[in-house]
């Protein structure tokens, strides 16, 4: 009984504490992020790439973009393009 209280507890502290989704906190560097999306991450359907032609549709994640916005280098909303 007594464990089960403890894993309640720490499922709903994981839940109300807004964790960082575990995609990001995985992804080191960009072909971390194209193994799993292969055209990268937009932060939104009405993102534009703007380096030009890409070989695949970036998923659109904008919380997963916020904490990968770093490797977004071209700075369009695309984070990681291919």
Same mark, same amino acid.
């Given at each position: 009984?007594?464990?089960?209280?403890?894993?309640? *507890?720490?499922?709903?502290?994981?839940?109300?504490?807004?964790?960082?989704?575990? /995609? %990001?906190?995985?992804? &080191?560097?960009?072909? =971390?992020?194209?193994?799993?999306?292969?055209?990268?991450?937009?932060?939104?359907?009405? *993102?534009?790439?703007?380096?030009?032609?890409?070989?695949?549709?970036?998923?659109? /994640? %904008?919380?997963?973009? &916020?904490?990968?916005? =770093?490797?977004?280098?071209?700075?369009?909303?695309?984070?990681?393009?291919?």
């Amino acid at each position: 009984m007594k464990k089960s209280i403890t894993a309640i *507890t720490l499922a709903l502290s994981l839940v109300l504490s807004g964790a960082m989704p575990a /995609d %990001a906190a995985k992804f &080191k560097n960009c072909t =971390a992020v194209n193994k799993v999306h292969k055209g990268g991450v937009s932060k939104s359907v009405d *993102t534009v790439n703007s380096g030009g032609k890409t070989k695949n549709q970036p998923t659109v /994640d %904008a919380k997963l973009y &916020k904490t990968l916005k =770093a490797m977004d280098r071209d700075k369009d909303g695309i984070a990681c393009e291919k």
